[in-house]
Each structure stands twice: as structure tokens, then as C-alpha cells.
């Protein structure tokens, strides 16, 4: 603790700013919402907000302010924070010896939709929005991993169908709004996917054409025709906020933030340059705009999110609980380097002006950064949707070219052990997962035996069909059971 008052972080704040933060020196009051973006976590805004901050404080924009959209119940602590703060954070950027702090201020208002969905259909169909922006999350678009197509069965998806007035998912929020923008003649809203997902943003579409055609088939028509879905791909490695972070910057920058982001340097964005209401300049804050999304969206997934989860797993199981501790580690570093190198690499193919070499020595360098602490748990978190876009698709490619699955299979092997639920010490393990009941119980009724979580197409697709990866996954997974964690990396580096 400190004896030193720190400033509250709100509007106040911005006409004394302290020397020590970067703050805004643009006129808030003047800026237009032009962005809606749906899902205000950490990630949403150590990324696009700052990117839109920096468009507004060095090239002048004033019409393309951000209205954030919180539609889970555990939003309920961002819309207390935000508003309490007139919608300013503090956002952190923390490696090495390096620490600076900013103030960020493109967010101009925060409607929280659990409570009132009907404001956020109203700024939703009102004509100045020109881009609803997407952090849902790679489980939010309620698809089955078998076919595709979306899950219809799923309990938001059956709310937001049989309760349009109060939607649960993205698809009850985008349809209602589009619907008005429709009904009134209105120009549509482009929709932007910014989660990680190869395709995101045709996955977005598909989802959506699919909701509405269970009762509004005109409106889906009128979608399919007006609405443009490009894909993108985003990424900063950004941890969740817990009270070491608040305690942080209130001793490190005097101030009392009850919701400060902290993230690391690194920042990327790549964007396919396909609206269809006009879009904010982004390029000339760093963002990219190509034609073909694929190899990068393909690269940052692939690479980075797959060695994330093998990182997670494998790491809480030998007893860590950072990332950086488990990038750190003399055991993990072969086995997470042959993994990207022999059974990942292969698959990515090339980047006009990118290597990948370069990449991969990065992404270690990223993983190491020990001073954002980025959380081993926050990593495990749903992994039966991040399994299926992270992991599986690259097993899939490997088993088609009869290539190397060894250390994938490795990173399932650890998921399933860890969805057990208690580690080697007998001690709990948390489960964070929307079907954490479902793969616990069957992870710990069947023990080294995998087969029974395989055929949950709705994760695995038809890989549980494979004779080689299902004997390859039993041979490590009994691995695990038997002699451990530890015992098994070495086996598989
Ligand atoms: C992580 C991502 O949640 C995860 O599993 O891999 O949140 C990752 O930190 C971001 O995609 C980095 O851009």
C-alpha cells in the first residue's frame, strides 16, 4: 500500500493529466460513435481501442468513436467499472525494464445489453454506426465442430430464437439490429469478427445466415446481399486483470482504476478490406489491409493460440502457473520449438515478406515476457472451442500428408488429463469451460481411455475416426496417467 492519494481514472483526471501517463488530448465530447463493438473484455481493449485511441490523438478523426456492448452476465463488472470511470481505462504495456501507462479514451459510452437489450437494438439501427466489431469469443458463434454449421441446440442460440427480445448470443443482437436498419431503408452495418478463428469473419456470416433463416428468411436474403463480413486477424497477448494489476498501477502510477488492462508491446492487426459502409483509416495507425487473409490468419492461429493451449495444459499439469514460467523452462523449450517447427510449420506456408523463422524466435521472445504474467489458467480456459480452431485442424492436415502429430497429439492428451479435474497431487483442478460438467465427467469416468471424448463430434469432428492419432492419443494419455506430466514432455520432446 501507499500513503500517496492516487487519482480516481475518470473524466476529471483529463484536464490536470499526471506526467507520468500518457493521456488523451483530443476532445472526447466532439467524437462521433461510429463502431459498436460487442464483447469489451481485456483483449477488445488493449487492441482495437487503442488503435482507434491513436487515430483519434495523431490524425485528427472524429467519427469513428467506439460504443461498447457488453452482453454476458459477467460483464456486469466492466459496465460498473467503465461507467463509474466515464468510460477512460488505463491501459499498461509492460517487458523487460519498460513500463508505460496510458490513458485510453475512444470508447465514448458503454451499454451493458443484459440489462437493457433495447438500447442497444436503438444504437444499433440508428444510421451512424457503420461497423458492429465482434469479440465473442471463439465458443460465441455456437457452431458444431463436425459440420460447420451452426448448433442450433445450443441453449443461446434456442433463447435468443425463442426470446428476441432479450438474446443471450451475438445472433439475437445482430439480427434484431440489421433488421431495423432493413425496415427503415437504411444502409446495413458491416460486420467485423475479431476473434480467433480462421475466417472469421465468413464464419460470422454463416452463423448469422443460419440464425435468421429459422424465422426471418427475407432478412437473411437482405444480409446475404448488403452485409459485408470481412476477415481479420488480431493479435496481443493480454492477461486478465486480477487485484495484482489494480495494486500495480495505483503504486507504480498513482492511480485508482477498478478495471486497468495490461498488455504487452507487441500488437498486430490484419484486416481484408472488404466493408460495406465505409471504415476508419486504421493504416495509418499500423493496421494492414490485404486481399488474402489467409496465410497470417493461418500463421497467428496455428503458431501462436496452438502453442498457447500446449503451453497451458501441459505447464498447470507440471505445476506451473504463468506462461512465462513454462517459456522459461529448460524442459519445455525443445518441445514447444519441434512443435511449431516439425508439426506446425509445415502446414502455414509462406507470407510475402514474413519469416517465419523470425516469427516463431518472436513468439518465444512473447511467451517469455515475465512481466505481464499472463496466466496459465486463462490460457486453459474453454478449450472445447479453442481444441477444435487451435489444435485439431492441424492434427487433420498432418494425418492427410501422413506427417508428424506426436506433440499436437501431446496438447490433447494434457487437455483431456486436465479436464480430470484433479491434478497428480490430487488437488483441484479449476475447470473453466461452458461444458466443463459434460468433459469432466466423462475425462474422469474413463480415465486413459479417450474414446468416449472423442466421439463428441461436436469437438472433434471426425477425428476420433482416425486410427492413428486415437492409438497415438491412448499411448499419451496412458503416458500421463502412469508416470506424469513431466515424464511425458520428456518422452515427447
Ligand atoms: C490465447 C489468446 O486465449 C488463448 O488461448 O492464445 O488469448 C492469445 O493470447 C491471443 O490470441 C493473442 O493475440
Redesign the pocket.
Known amino acids: 500500500m501507499t500513503n500517496i492519494t492516487s487519482l480516481p481514472v475518470s473524466g476529471a483526471l483529463l484536464k490536470k493529466p499526471p506526467k507520468n501517463v500518457k493521456c488523451p488530448t483530443y476532445d472526447r465530447a466532439s467524437l462521433q460513435p461510429g463502431i459498436l463493438h460487442i464483447g469489451v473484455g481485456n483483449?477488445h481493449r488493449s487492441?482495437q481501442a487503442l488503435y482507434m485511441d491513436d487515430l483519434f490523438e495523431s490524425h485528427g478523426v472524429k467519427d469513428w468513436a467506439i460504443l461498447g456492448v457488453g452482453i454476458m452476465a459477467q460483464d456486469a463488472d466492466m459496465n460498473r467499472a467503465l461507467n463509474a470511470q466515464d468510460r477512460l481505462y488505463t491501459l499498461v504495456e509492460k517487458s523487460g525494464n519498460n513500463a508505460s501507462a496510458r490513458i485510453i479514451g475512444s470508447l465514448k459510452e458503454y451499454v451493458f445489453g443484459c440489462e437493457k437489450p433495447e438500447d442497444v437494438f436503438k444504437k444499433m439501427a440508428n444510421p451512424e454506426i457503420k461497423i458492429v466489431s465482434l469479440t465473442a469469443t471463439?465458443g460465441g458463434y455456437c457452431f458444431h465442430q463436425g459440420t460447420g454449421e451452426l448448433d442450433l441446440k445450443n441453449p443461446g442460440v434456442q433463447n435468443d430464437l425463442k426470446n428476441p427480445d432479450s438474446p443471450r448470443t451475438i445472433f439475437g443482437y445482430l439480427a434484431e439490429g440489421l433488421d431495423r436498419r432493413r425496415k427503415a431503408g437504411a444502409a446495413p452495418f458491416t460486420v467485423l469478427s475479431c476473434d480467433?478463428l480462421q475466417h472469421n469473419g465468413e464464419v460470422a456470416k454463416r452463423t448469422l445466415l443460419a440464425f435468421c433463416n429459422q424465422d426471418r428468411p427475407d432478412l437473411a436474403k437482405w444480409i446475404e446481399r448488403n452485409v459485408a463480413f470481412p476477415n481479420c486477424m488480431?493479435?496481443?497477448?493480454?492477461p486478465g486483470t486480477t487485484n495484482a494489476e489494480r495494486e500495480y498501477v495505483r503504486t507504480t502510477f498513482n492511480l485508482d482504476d477498478a478495471f486497468p488492462v495490461v498488455a504487452e508491446p507487441f500488437k498486430?492487426w490484419v484486416i481484408e478490406d472488404t466493408f460495406c459502409n465505409g471504415r476508419p483509416q486504421l493504416e495509418k495507425v499500423g493496421a494492414q489491409f490485404t486481399s488474402d487473409i489467409t496465410p497470417y490468419e493461418k500463421m497467428?492461429?496455428r503458431l501462436?493460440?496452438a502453442t498457447?493451449?500446449a503451453m497451458?495444459y501441459l505447464g498447470y499439469l507440471c505445476g506451473y502457473r504463468y506462461i512465462y514460467e513454462i517459456a522459461q523452462a529448460p524442459e519445455f523449450i525443445p518441445y514447444l520449438k519441434n512443435l511449431m517447427d516439425e508439426e506446425i510449420t509445415p502446414l502455414v506456408g509462406t507470407i510475402p515478406g514474413v519469416s517465419l523463422t523470425e516469427y516463431k524466435k518472436r513468439l518465444m521472445e512473447r511467451f517469455a515476457n515475465e512481466t505481464i504474467r499472463?496466466q496459465a489458467l486463462?490460457?486453459?480456459?474453454?478449450g472445447s472451442s479453442?481444441m477444435p480452431k487451435?489444435i485439431l485442424p492441424s492434427i487433420a492436415e498432418q494425418l492427410e500428408r501422413d506427417g508428424p502429430i506426436r506433440k499436437l497429439t501431446l496438447c490433447v492428451a494434457s487437455w483431456i488429463r486436465f479436464l480430470h479435474g484433479k491434478d497428480e497431487d490430487g488437488n483441484e483442478i479449476p475447470i473453466n469451460d461452458p461444458q466443463a460438467e459434460r468433459l469432466n465427467k466423462l475425462a474422469r469416468e474413463h480415465g486413459d481411455n479417450p474414446e468416449p471424448l472423442l466421439a463428441c463430434a461436436d469437438i472433434f469432428g471426425d477425428l476420433g475416426k482416425s486410427e492413428r492419432f486415437v492409438s497415438e492419443l491412448k499411448l499419451l494419455l496412458k503416458h500421463l496417467y502412469e508416470n506424469g506430466a513431466h515424464a511425458t514432455l520428456k518422452f515427447c520432446s
Request: include cysteine; aromatic fraction near 8%.
Open positions: 483483449f487492441h471463439e480467433n488480431v493479435d496481443r497477448i493480454t498486430q497467428k492461429i501462436l493460440n498457447h493451449s497451458g499472463d486463462r490460457i486453459c480456459m474453454d479453442k487451435f
